[in-house]
Nanobody, 124 residues
Framework: VQLQASGGGLVQAGTSLRLSCAAS?????MGWFRQAPGKEREFLAA????????NYGDSVKGRFTIIRDNAKNTWHLQMDSLKPEDTAVYYC?????????????????????WGQGTQVTVSS
């Protein structure tokens, strides 16, 4: 499965940005992670293809929303009230095989495909 992330850019604090990820085929769990310089990759959000169950990382609950478009094999990360600490490279991730294990969604090892990353920079 190939993933293509897009939508990053330079924005001011307090504004919004929407990232998108397009998959070449169906993925059963669709997620977003980010990695800032010198830090580990951080889980942000994931959503199930079937049923739409979601899971969010604590640092973005209430500010970020994951949205899926099953007909287009795409998903988005709507990011509101952005902060300078949200500056990072954002990656989309997908799981296309095996069981959908909700408790494993925050783990990067759960996903079997990754997008190339898109830079988000939030200025103060």
């Amino acid at each position: 499965v190939q993933l293509q992330a897009s939508g990053g850019g330079l924005v001011q604090a307090g504004t919004s940005l929407r990232l998108s990820c397009a998959a070449s085929t169906r993925t059963y769990v669709m997620g977003w992670f980010r990695q800032a310089p010198g830090k580990e990759r951080e889980f942000l959000a994931a959503i199930a293809y079937s049923g739409g169950s979601t899971n969010y990382g604590d640092s973005v609950k209430g500010r970020f929303t994951i949205i899926r478009d099953n007909a287009k094999n795409t998903w988005h990360l709507q990011m509101d009230s952005l902060k300078p600490e949200d500056t990072a490279v954002y990656y989309c991730a997908g799981r296309s095989t095996g069981r959908v294990v909700f408790s494993a969604w925050p783990s990067a090892q759960f996903y079997d495909s990754w997008g190339q990353g898109t830079q988000v920079t939030v200025s103060s």
